[in-house]
């Protein structure tokens, strides 16, 4: 998998010249869908879950991103019914996962979640999530069927910066006129919002599929219930998120 840091000795042989000239994005886990969906040559992409000391890491990010995967613990937001509705967990990976938050949120780290991701991002914000979408609230819209399905997903804010952030969306945009078709493979989803969470669209069900973090709280933080770096090289969502993403770490 090109271009992947996973060892600690190749971080420290990295040298002022070259973190000069390029910047770095820390994925939770890494991917090929992932890395080719980030990667340039002024790029270094560090995979975290294949270094043991996530410490010495933290202070070379630019830019950090928590990936899609299994389901998050839900003790992590108080929950034991959800338990039995939960596959198999990895609580390294949860571990993992909020301490990345917690750093680009407390140092102002230009931010993306990606389905697990974006639930991440609201239980480690103080919000909880569905155990299971079907039992919870229906099968009106499929989430996923013994895979990836496509539905349409629909804004529902009328902050045209806050959208923009994510979706490709022009001067004359209108709330609620704006949909987009996405990729979708979950089973669970953000129920109790956390503060300072901004919901940007949903399906039609009434799910969150887009949300940012409140830009007088960080500037940016976004994240999307489906998966843009699946949705193709030439998709609008998957070139406006990574290159609203560049902006705020090349700035």
């Known amino acids: 998998m090109k271009n992947i840091l996973v060892y600690l000795i190749l971080l420290l042989s990295i040298t002022s010249c070259n973190k000069n000239n390029k910047k770095t994005i820390i994925l939770s886990k890494a991917s090929e869908n992932y890395v080719n969906w980030i990667d340039r040559r002024d790029i270094i992409?560090?995979?975290?879950?294949?270094?043991?000391?996530?410490?010495?890491?933290?202070?070379?990010?630019?830019?950090?991103?928590?990936?899609?995967?299994?389901?998050?613990?839900?003790?992590?937001?108080?929950?034991?019914?959800?338990?039995?509705l939960c596959g198999e967990f990895d609580f390294r990976r949860d571990t993992l996962e909020k301490n990345l938050f917690d750093y680009a949120f407390n140092n102002k780290i230009p931010f993306i979640g990606v389905c697990r991701g974006m639930q991440m991002m609201n239980v480690a914000s103080g919000g909880t999530l569905y155990g299971d979408l079907p039992t919870e609230i229906g099968d009106s819209i499929l989430h996923r069927n013994n895979g990836e399905v496509m539905h349409d997903i629909i804004v529902t804010n009328?902050?045209?910066?806050?959208?923009?952030?994510?979706?490709?969306?022009?001067?004359?945009?209108?709330?609620?006129?704006?949909?987009?078709?996405?990729?979708?493979?979950?089973?669970?989803?953000?129920?109790?919002?956390?503060?300072?969470?901004?919901?940007?669209?949903?399906?039609?069900?009434?799910?969150?599929?887009?949300?940012?973090?409140?830009?007088?709280?960080?500037?940016?933080?976004?994240?999307?219930?489906?998966?843009?770096?699946?949705l193709g090289k030439y998709n609008p969502i998957h070139l406006n998120m990574r290159d609203k993403f560049f902006e705020q770490i090349f700035k």
Request: aromatic share 10%.
């Open 45 to 84: 992409i560090i995979d975290a879950y294949n270094i043991s000391n996530t410490d010495s890491i933290l202070n070379l990010a630019d830019g950090i991103i928590l990936t899609g995967g299994e389901d998050i613990s839900p003790l992590m937001y108080n929950d034991t019914n959800n338990i039995k």
């Open 158 to 230: 009328n902050n045209i910066d806050n959208i923009s952030m994510i979706f490709p969306v022009n001067g004359k945009f209108s709330p609620k006129k704006y949909f987009f078709n996405v990729n979708s493979w979950h089973h669970q989803g953000l129920k109790l919002i956390a503060e300072d969470i901004i919901v940007i669209a949903e399906s039609y069900d009434g799910l969150p599929e887009a949300v940012v973090i409140n830009t007088n709280v960080h500037p940016f933080m976004i994240g999307v219930q489906f998966h843009p770096e699946r």
